[in-house]
């Protein structure tokens, strides 16, 4: 939408996404800390990947609201030079983490489900 100039829509849209990010993130840490831990059964060579997977998951999960809100707090500010730099770094570990999220969630619970689920 930004490359076609569309300036309203993509503030409109990432604005959308980041709201759908902060409710996804209160949503998964209340069931995380209220929920139980459930343990990786995969062996073999699928153990370090699912872990390496995990760890650069977690690690840069814990940047994304950091990154994110101030990218947004420059486009509103209307700082386009900085926005657009930090968007270059936010928007490629955003997306890291949002398919790594799946990765993890497809290893954990559908191809090596826990005992008892």
Known sequence: MIRGRRVTAHRRCMTAAFGVSVLFLASYLTYRFAGQEKKFTGQGWIRPVYFFI?????????????LASW???????????????????????????????????????????????
Do not use: D
């Not at 947004?72 to 999220?101: C, D, E, F, N, Q």
């Open 71 to 117: 990218t947004l707090v420059l486009g509103y500010r209307g700082r386009w030079a900085r926005h657009k730099k930090m968007a270059k770094v936010t928007l490629p570990i955003w997306i890291y983490v949002s398919i790594t999220g799946v990765a993890v969630y497809v290893l954990l619970f559908r191809v090596y489900r826990p005992v008892g689920m």
């Open 54 to 66: 995990l760890i650069t998951h977690v690690v840069l999960a814990m940047t994304v609201p950091v």
